[in-house]
């Protein structure tokens, strides 16, 4: 690696995915955390907020200008004009908040009810799963790194619907635990110490605004998605439990058979032959991990449901931090500069 | 309360809800704990296994003759014998295993894979959901304790399916998410606290044996439900999260009007008006929190899917070892020996 | 149990403390939960605060008067004066705060930093240490609970010093963890779920107010503490681990004895003869568990310091939340008005 | 890094500290795992057991002879033996067990009670604590990995001692809390789950086989501790909280300057300035962090103990099993190979 590293600013810094971020960077051979920032200009916490040995600093776009790229870790809404500024100033950019998910303004300003400040960039942005969004990505300029829920659902279904296996008339439940580094870092009553510990709750039942980036992405127009997120008691990992019906005659080993064609050479994707995932297999990895089985197995059900449509069980494991946000947008970022896309993620 | 107290003991005492029980009968005002016992003669741990005041003895037929009841704390298997000797010596039997949930013996054997040893008794057999079955268990010689699963997702579902308002002709999902305690007290390597911390998985995917218990006891025949437990890391509780499609034109406010009709003047299910079941609400409670909700309330939503069916989310709380075990058994006790219902469990 | 209840509020009721005091007063044969209310007029949650099936209200002295007590589960400062005025009002108080702790006014002023708005009462005050107060706590119109940490330690040290069998002129170190309710309810980034899982830290190394609180208690006047208290990744308990230095002579079966003595025929602290005290097993109680042992007993240390004095090694565990706390509340509360000390406690 | 990879095998490959092995070996630049291998021939487990794509084999010395080093995670009284037979072999041998920690035989056969197999290798043995004995062990053929506390305690006694800053005279008290992934991967009830979570306890007190290790490696001769380790219900990590009594006149800001002199340009140790150690910033790195504080610092502390001696309060964190085991051997290993000593564990 005799080239000069690409320098790079992360803004949104000390949250838990601008932690990772300025983590991965720091590791990574080709590339130099130039700036690690907040999202606001004049303000910065006293505490030591990085896992680096640098100091969070407030923003400041002369540092930012002449940058090769800049990763937004930072909030839906405020990510928007940071992205344009970025952008006009040269660097190349990864956006890890749901502004430039939608290439549809409409649909982005119904669903996050605000005015979109830059349609003009919204159909320019490259929606960043890699698996299925490689080339594309490699030659953007403004890259949205999918949310992290939607990662590790459309990971799963996706191959399923474009190899025509799944029945789109029936909904498609999607039944998703979080750690609770998902909510984020943010102090409130929700995300205390004394809340989380030993609970289990669901939260935006039927209301996420991942439900229609799911739909988005799932693989066909007029999928439709019951989408019900979950809080577990530890800090990382996604797991998702997802229940779709297979169109006749469908079978479990026709689907594991279209995972393994679609993430063939896939270096984040495993498609386990037996087993289940678990979070722990998976967390502080950019891994996503498949598995599929047949609903009604048990004693008893094939007496009682011989000839009836089945469901089937996929589930899939991600870390919340990594593949559904840091991971996944460094791995676009190599490609957007060249980089193996692994590079820094293994 | 001045009649003499009812005499009681308990088998398999030193696990999770041996232990709930010993506990729950010392602080109940018109029970006596004769004896805390292991399933098997001769053989008792040599450490304080109890949380109550006395030492686990070893099984001992002659300090059970003569008592009023005996609750069984046993494993599947282990139970059926154990509750026939105990009818014989005249007691009451609570009997906290699957051994007689089944009336029908032929889908017992199917299910667990053994041969009933006491067909004779399997259909005298009451099964324990107290809020659908109060006056037989207040009959009853011999009461079987439901499933901790069953319970938290039967109560979701029954209401709903009497009052007809879910389409039994699509599948019903439960996905469910289990506290450690619900595995058992045994140590193993998928129980070790290195692999059960920080992680989160499903197991027996469409394989548990709690389905076809679902399935018998869900309101009506020909239900089909896809069964999907996992392990969260956490002790104590049930989260089902339960998915159906409504008959059309029924609405989210007729399925809690049906649960308010079925549940009114119940002592231990709360149905919630808003707001969503958490597990540290119910756990060391008798408890079943019930909530239901839109699955397609999403920003967006209703511009995709204007006129389509949609599904309903229910999510069910319980203490996996008191509503789900310990709690319901002595429910049904009480019941049985002429106690009020709730005493012991408030 | 005829008699009317006595009639008690709690104020600060929605925190960890003030809820355990109204869950355990609502349990309380002998008491009436008549108010469980904010210590701030006109300020209320609008969530549901308090596991008991009432609101929390705003503090309102109307409602106050003619109470027959008062629990105060407000932070030192707040109490002073709602003490004194509730006082006025004719209740009886417990306050739980460190405001009437230090029956030497310019102590606490030194300690706390702040002017005591009520020396006139400090006199007055009794400390609710029950098992070395109680004739005074009956007849007490106000008595301060004693800290969390201090009843862990002060009542490990306070026999073995008062039957002169530790070196005082040696420093006792106290080695405390806790549960992070011991923290409180306020958010925080230092209480955030992802601050205390998986983390374990001391904190006030050295300069924490609870330290001169044991050293007045301790049982001497001259003894010299080393205190430093540790945040436990878990919600409730605390270990304390005390390391005294024996007067020449004296035996760990000494040490024993003079504990039993000290507590015999006490319901709430347990002298153990064998094993180790534990959280789990005095969480959710009101129980204090005792153990000792000699510091230096492992192969080969007898070789190497023979004839030198040994340190003690003393372990305490408690409820942070009742023994420490509310539970210890009620305790003097019952003594105040008359009730067996253990009721609603056990 | 044009040299051929260095051929290493990891024998007790799949226990917690063999899995971090095996780990860090395969994401190291100069080494290659040339086998991942169980402590006994013939007997592997079903399951995947090791985090690297690669399975667990039974021992096999044809594979191993040959190598250039063989690592022992395997418990003491097993590795004695496999270390000499690895030596003979031809390979250089990292024991993570006890076996050869005490250069002095019969001090090693009175702690762990059983006869040495091998006492010609106990004197040629280096004890592994890098920042003390880096010469010898990079001329090593037997380097004895420290173990977890004794890593922990003596990295913050040892430059105190050495420069006289702490009375001998007086007992060290040294409180240590560790992770339970300490206890090893073996099932057993107290390791199960619901033994570990929400609880805390110490154990071994005053008896565990690592404080003769301690004063061992103290720094002089004569150090006596008093020792007492604690299970904390996290998986990682080891906070120690060490009490000593400096010698009269001698400060904190001393000796924090001696702690800077003994560390400075290691690459894993760091002192605070200010601030406390936690186990957040140190899991899953190869650090110890050290902080130092007054004992008695509190308001009020300086009226009453004018003039006496006062206690320093050490805080010591560190990755158990990393600089605590599998770390710490990776360091000795890359001096006894000819690595630059941080490879592979930045």
Redesign the interface.
Known sequence: MNALPKRVAVLGASG?AGQELCERIE?HPGLQLTAAMSAREGVVPD?PALPVDRPLEPLDWKRIAGLDAVLLATPHGASAPLAARALELGAKVVDLSADYRFGDVA?YE??Y?VEHPHPELVEEAVYGLVEFERDRIAGARLVAAPGCYPTSVVLALRPLIEAQLIELS??I?A?C?SG??GAG?R???A?????????????N?????H??EI?TYAGASGA?????P?L??????I?S?I?V?PKPGASVSEARAAWERAYRGEAFVKVFERG?????RV??TNQCHL?I?????????E???AG??V?W?L?S?IDNLLKGAAGQALQCLNLMLGFEEAEGL?
């Open positions: 838990y590791a505490e649909r119904r669903v009810g029936a909904p439940v039944d635990k609770a580094s870092k102090p409130s009553a995300l205390h110490f004394g809340s989380v510990q030993d609970n289990f709750r669901a939260y039942v039927g209301q996420h605004r439900a229609p739909e439709r998605v019951v989408f019900v979950h577990l008691p530890c800090f990382r990992g797991l439990t229940y019906q289940q995932p678990e979070l722990s967390v502080r598995a089985a047949d609903g009604r197995a048990f004693p008893g059900a007496v009682d449901a009836e449509a469901t069980v589930t494991a293994r």
